[in-house]
């Protein structure tokens, strides 16, 4: 199947890159690196990483999707 017609689709699989980078680069490295600073105040580690990443995946998928439906605007012309 070709995913250029199906923008929403190639934005949900492009989506899982950065949403993951934000994870780990957020909440996994930090909690690693820092122990005593985050683990008592935080959220346990699976919820906070799990927030991360839902809230990560959504602002991704839009920001990828308005570029989709931009360039397919400017294709289309």
Request: proline share 9%; net charge positive.
């Amino acid at each position: 199947m070709d995913t250029r017609k199906y923008p929403p689709k190639r934005a949900l699989k492009a989506a899982i890159g950065p949403s993951l980078g934000t994870v780990l680069g957020g909440v996994i490295i930090p909690r690693l690196m820092y122990p005593y600073r985050y683990n008592d105040t935080y959220p346990p580690l699976l919820i906070h990483a799990c927030q991360w990443f839902l809230v990560g995946y959504a602002v991704s998928f839009l920001v990828i999707l308005i570029f989709e439906w931009a360039k397919s605007k400017i294709e289309g012309s």
